[in-house]
T-cell receptor, first 110, second 112 residues
């Protein structure tokens, strides 16, 4: 079945440093979504990427979808303490079912 | 809209007891999902419904778990009998055709 791998599992950064998390799928995806889960909270939708090579930005967050539609990344520029949480990618394959990655837990040190 | 509503927020029970988790999806959403989240296994899809019909329950761990959706505004996930290894956060989520998932606040289940 479809597998979605996400690295790193944990990342500690100093406030102001950049952060990147990577997502790789074992199969070609129809789209990929990103979610953020704050500590003690629930996953909240951030963005969906559909097109090969697509790049989208939300303020300090940049999302990319690979040319082969099998990988994606989320980059945060100049992290802030409000960025703390776990970031999940979720890939949708031919069956249109979302498979979640294991998440990257981001800690931002003030 | 109030979003996806789950109850209870916290449930503490003893091994062997029946547990029922409840979910009210967002009005108009025709897909409903039950996920389980643990540190070891991350977010696991247990079962999902489309228009109140169970479509894929391959993620349900075993026969002790069952889920129903009697109408478009209500779903339950039942564990009978519960075991300590069932301790986790259980999320309900719903979506419409645009595939963006909306999660409820979750139920933190502790089975002693």
């Amino acid at each position: 079945g479809q597998q979605v791998m996400q690295i790193p599992q944990y990342q500690h950064v100093q406030e102001g440093e950049d952060f990147t998390t990577y997502c790789n799928s074992s199969t070609t995806l129809s789209n990929i979504q990103w979610y953020k889960q704050r500590p003690g909270g629930h996953p909240v939708f951030l963005i969906q990427l559909v097109k090969s090579g697509e790049v989208k930005k939300q303020k300090r967050l940049t999302f990319q979808f690979g040319e082969a539609k099998k990988n994606s990344s989320l980059h945060i520029t100049a992290t802030q303490t409000t960025d703390v949480g776990t970031y999940f990618c979720a890939g949708s394959g031919s069956a249109r079912q979302l498979t979640f990655g294991s998440g990257t837990q981001l800690t931002v040190l003030p | 809209d109030a979003g996806v509503i789950q109850s209870p927020r916290h449930e503490v029970t003893e091994m062997g007891q029946e547990v029922t988790l409840r979910c009210k999806p967002i009005s108009g959403h025709d897909y409903l999902f039950w996920y389980r989240q643990t540190m070891m296994r991350g977010l696991e899809l247990l079962i999902y419904f489309n228009n109140n019909v169970p479509i894929d329950d391959s993620g349900m761990p075993e026969d002790r778990f069952s889920a129903k959706m009697p109408n478009a505004s209500f779903s339950t996930l039942k564990i009978q009998p519960s075991e300590p290894r069932d301790s986790a956060v259980y999320f309900c989520a719903s979506r419409n055709s645009n595939e963006k998932l909306f999660f409820g606040s979750g139920t933190q289940l502790s089975v002693l």
